[in-house]
């Protein structure tokens, strides 16, 4: 089987990183259940997708997690903490 | 638990994003109406997944999954599945096109072996064989 390019859209972005994905996306402050936005916010998810798949194009380092800011989203919300054993 | 110490799986994109088609690989255990649940009684989790058309109705598109609030999601399951944002960016030429098949599984399972070496494996199959996609999104709930 060849590879096949992926982006990953988190909002556990700690959590996520445990399995090293290798592009990422934060948009940050989003709640779980919220990846790309609120309902029925279409132009911020646009923006979040877009961003998201430039990812695709962009010379990241494997395994990083990019972080994005969208005010527009309004309440911001704390992502779920890793627990240190 | 700590970082995982197998090497990132990264494949390189090297095509025009506008002449790729991509598909949506969510564990936000999204599924159409008409599709068989998840199985949310099992406290093992559900190591099943379902294949969503491109042409799928959002308004079909519902989850199923007791482990994150899916109260945003039932009322547009584009925060999850942005089937029909990739609908518009397909209309602005941001994007190709739609794979042929998408899929929805529900990302909780205390399974993570059989998660890991059999569903992502399988999903992987449906994407790489049947789906044309030249890159996926992953989303999580």
Not at chain 1, 58 to 73: L, S
Not at chain 2, 12 to 17: A, C, I, Q, S, V
Not at chain 2, 72 to 87: E, G, H, K, Q, T
Not at chain 2, 106 to 113: A, E, R, S
Request: aromatic fraction near 6%; proline fraction near 7%; charged fraction near 25%.
């Amino acid at each position: 089987m060849k590879g096949i390019p992926t982006v990953l859209i988190t909002v556990s972005p700690e959590v996520s990183a445990q399995m090293r994905p290798p592009r990422a996306l934060y948009p940050k402050g989003f709640k779980i259940g919220n990846s790309l936005g609120r309902p029925g916010m279409r132009d911020l998810q646009q923006q979040v997708l877009r961003d998201a798949l430039a990812l695709l194009n962009q010379n990241t380092r494997p395994g990083d997690t990019a972080t994005r800011e969208y005010p527009e989203y309004g309440e911001q919300y704390e992502p779920p903490r890793v627990k240190k054993l | 638990m700590t970082i995982s110490r197998k090497c990132v799986p990264f494949t390189p994109f090297d095509r025009e994003l506008s002449k790729s088609t991509i598909a949506i690989v969510t564990a936000g255990g999204v599924h159409l109406k008409d599709q068989e649940p998840f199985n949310i009684a099992d406290e093992l989790g559900d190591l099943g997944f379902r294949e969503i058309p491109p042409d799928a109705d959002s308004a079909q598109l519902i989850v199923t999954h007791h482990h994150y609030d899916h109260t945003d999601a039932d009322a547009d399951i584009n925060v999850v599945f942005p089937i029909d944002v990739l609908r518009d960016l397909q209309a602005e030429g941001v994007i190709g096109g739609l794979a042929k098949k998408h899929i929805g599984y529900m990302g909780y399972t205390m399974q993570l072996k059989a998660m890991y070496e059999g569903t992502a494996r399988e999903i992987a199959n449906e994407i790489d064989r049947g789906s044309r996609a030249d890159a996926v999104v992953l989303t999580g709930g």
